[in-house]
């Protein structure tokens, strides 16, 4: 079992950035596939980037570009760098770990139910 916990949230204005982070415990990163998912009010939970445990990543068409999805190994840490943020980008985001995914049509997903961290809070005001 892997424990989750997400860090980095804040408020911004539209274009600048922010780093997440989602520190693991109980487990290792590299043993998991990974993803950060976002969860805007009155919507429903979205995937925004994912690691699978073979290195392939695929991010959300909004965020391609602009959003960086890595890990450091040696920290146990899963990122989530944001650049260019846009008031759309508002919302509770959160870190997920999987021990299995598949990769359909370019896209990680998860095969079950993932471990889910609490959430940090991004709002960007235009």
């Known amino acids: 079992q892997v424990q989750l916990v997400e860090s980095g949230g804040g408020s911004v204005q539209a274009g600048g950035s922010l780093r997440l982070s989602c520190a693991a415990s109980?487990?290792?990163?590299?043993?998991?596939?990974m993803g950060w998912f976002r969860q805007a009010p009155g919507k429903e939970r979205e995937g925004v980037a994912a690691i699978a445990n073979n290195g392939y990543i695929s991010y959300a068409d909004s965020v391609t570009g602009r959003f960086t999805i890595s890990t450091d190994n040696a920290k146990n840490i899963l990122y989530l760098q944001m650049n260019r943020l846009q008031p759309e980008d508002t919302g509770m985001y959160y870190c997920a770990a999987e021990r299995a995914c598949l990769i359909v049509g370019g896209v990680v997903q998860f095969m079950a139910t993932p471990y889910w961290g609490q959430g940090t809070h991004v709002t960007v005001s235009s």
């Open positions: 109980g487990s290792t990163v590299s043993s998991y596939c």
